[in-house]
């Protein structure tokens, strides 16, 4: 898994709660990105970073922020989560062009 | 908006037989290819990666680039059952400089003994 973690791996929350996912990779690799999977879409872009305090929004990040305070940590946040966002949560990294990803989050709202 | 568009399946093939994966995009654009195998429950894993027109061969998989056709393929030989997953067509997309990749829904293949 290309020394990637997130954390926590299954979450159940209630509506309206803000929640907070992380990814940490173990080596200095610049760009992170978060997808959501759901059925029948495949994996879609929310948000990127190409750089520590530099993230730019994918194709569904309504909803989400993100931060990037150290190379090694990208955080995810749902500020009031909704049923909508009932998905699974994949952090990737970019390595010489290549993304590989991590373990994944279980989210569930409800 | 930019598309990747895979055959959602499910491809159903015979041990031993050869399994054919296919994926178009509209960008052509597009520069760098990629084929991920996801096994249910688990995270994509990144199995082939393909930059130029022609074959790429890596033990039982071959990639397969038409970048005039604005097609990719992925031939899997010999298949086993566990190859049984779900195979992900992902396209580079460089918009605004920075590297990101376009996903398609997915193929599920199964292959029966």
């Known amino acids: 898994d290309a020394g990637i973690t997130q954390s926590p791996r299954h979450k159940v929350t209630e509506t309206g709660t803000p929640v907070t996912l992380r990814c940490h990779q173990t080596?200095?690799?610049?760009?992170m990105y978060w997808y959501r999977q759901d059925p029948g879409h495949g994996l879609r872009l929310i948000h990127y970073s190409y750089g520590v305090k530099d993230t730019d929004k994918g194709e569904v990040s309504d909803g989400y922020s993100v931060s990037r305070s150290k190379t090694e940590d990208f955080l995810l946040t749902l500020e009031s989560a909704t049923s909508s966002q009932t998905s699974v949560y994949f952090c990737a990294i970019l390595v010489a062009s290549e993304q590989y990803f991590g373990p994944g989050t279980r989210l569930t709202v409800t | 908006q930019k598309e990747v568009e895979q055959n959602s399946g499910p491809l159903s093939v015979p041990e031993g037989a050869i399994a054919s994966l296919n994926c178009t995009y509209s960008?052509?654009?597009?520069?760098?290819f990629f084929w991920y195998r996801q096994y249910s429950g688990k995270s994509p894993e990144l199995i082939m990666s393909i930059y130029s027109n022609g074959d790429k061969e890596d033990g039982r998989f071959t990639a397969q680039l038409n970048k005039a056709s604005q097609y990719v393929s992925l031939l899997i030989r010999d298949s086993q059952p566990s190859d049984s997953a779900t195979y992900l067509c992902a396209v580079n997309n460089f918009s605004g400089g920075y590297n990101k990749l376009i996903f398609g829904a997915g193929t599920r293949l199964a292959v029966h003994p």
């Open positions: 960008d052509r654009g597009s520069q760098s």
């Open positions: 080596e200095n690799h610049r760009y």
